[in-house]
T-cell receptor, first 107, second 122 residues
Framework: GQSLEQPSEVTAVEGAIVQINCTYQTSGFYGLSWYQQHDGGAPTFLSYNALDGLEETGRFSSFLSRSDSYGYLLLQELQMKDSASYFC????????FGKGTRLHILP | GAVVSQHPSWVICKSGTSVKIECRSL??????MFWYRQFPKQSLMLMAT?????????EQGVEKDKFLINHASLTLSTLTVTSAHPEDSSFYICSARGTGTSGRVTPYNEQFFGPGTRLTVL
C-alpha cells in the first residue's frame, strides 16, 4: 500500500523555526513535494526534492533522504501568514498526498 | 507560472440533481488533468486522472458512473457529479500538467492546481 505519515498539528512562535517531518511508503517514487494550503484555498506548491539533500527557497527549505524514506520541511522566521496546513506528497505517475500538518503560530 | 481556473467556485444544489464543474488551463495545454476531493480538515484524495482524448482512470473506490469526467480538449476537463447526495458535499480541486506556450513541458513534479469548487448538497 501507499502511506505518508506526518504530524497532524504543530505549534510554534512567530519568528521561530519549525520542522515538519514526513515518512513515506509507496510503490513508486520520483520525488517528494511540499504544498501549503490555507483554509478554504487550493494547495500551492512549495518545493520538490528528487535527490537526497537540502533544497532552499527563501525562508523555506526541504530535505530528502531516499534511503530512509524520509523528508522534512523547514520554515524559518515564522510569520503569522504561515499559519496553514502543509502536505507532503510523493510524486509517482500521480501525486499521493499525506494527511497534512496544521501549523499554528503564536504571536 | 501556469494558471488553472475552476468554475463555479461554489455551488449549492438539491439532492438528486447533477452538477458540472469545469477546470480550465488558461495559458498552457493540459495533457493530463487530475481531480481531487477534500473533506474538511482532511487530505486531498485523488479521484481520477484524465488524459486529453482518452477515458479517465479512476482511483479505487471512486464510482465512475457517479463522477463523470470528460477531457475533450487540451484546455478543458469537466467533472459531473450525477444524482448528488449530501455525502457528496466536499471541496473538489483539479490540477493540470502539460505543455506551455513555448512548447516546454511542465516539470514532472509540477502540477498546477485550480482554486477549487465547494459543493454543498442539501
Amino acid at each position: 500500500g501507499q502511506s505518508l505519515e506526518q504530524p497532524s498539528e504543530v505549534t510554534a512562535v512567530e519568528g521561530a523555526i519549525v520542522q515538519i517531518n514526513c515518512t513515506y511508503q509507496t510503490s513508486g517514487f520520483y520525488g517528494l513535494s511540499w504544498y501549503q494550503q490555507h483554509d478554504g484555498g487550493a494547495p500551492t506548491f512549495l518545493s520538490y526534492n528528487a535527490l537526497d539533500g537540502l533544497e532552499e527557497t527563501g525562508r523555506f527549505s526541504s530535505f530528502l533522504s531516499r534511503s530512509d524514506s524520509y523528508g522534512y520541511l523547514l520554515l524559518q522566521e515564522l510569520q503569522m501568514k504561515d499559519s496553514a496546513s502543509y502536505f507532503c506528497a510523493v510524486m509517482d505517475d500521480k501525486i499521493i498526498f499525506g494527511k497534512g500538518t496544521r501549523l499554528h503560530i503564536l504571536p | 507560472g501556469a494558471v488553472v481556473s475552476q468554475h463555479p467556485s461554489w455551488v449549492i444544489c438539491k439532492s438528486g440533481t447533477s452538477v458540472k464543474i469545469e477546470c480550465r488551463s488558461l495559458d498552457f495545454q493540459a495533457t493530463t488533468m487530475f481531480w481531487y476531493r477534500q473533506f474538511p480538515k482532511q487530505s486531498l484524495m485523488l479521484m481520477a486522472t484524465s488524459n486529453e482524448g482518452s477515458k479517465a482512470t479512476y482511483e479505487q473506490g471512486v464510482e465512475k458512473d457517479k463522477f463523470l469526467i470528460n477531457h475533450a480538449s487540451l484546455t478543458l476537463s469537466t467533472l459531473t457529479v450525477t444524482s448528488a447526495h449530501p455525502e457528496d458535499s466536499s471541496f473538489y480541486i483539479c490540477s493540470a500538467r502539460g505543455t506551455g506556450t513555448s512548447g516546454r513541458v511542465t516539470p514532472y513534479n509540477e502540477q498546477f492546481f485550480g482554486p477549487g469548487t465547494r459543493l454543498t448538497v442539501l
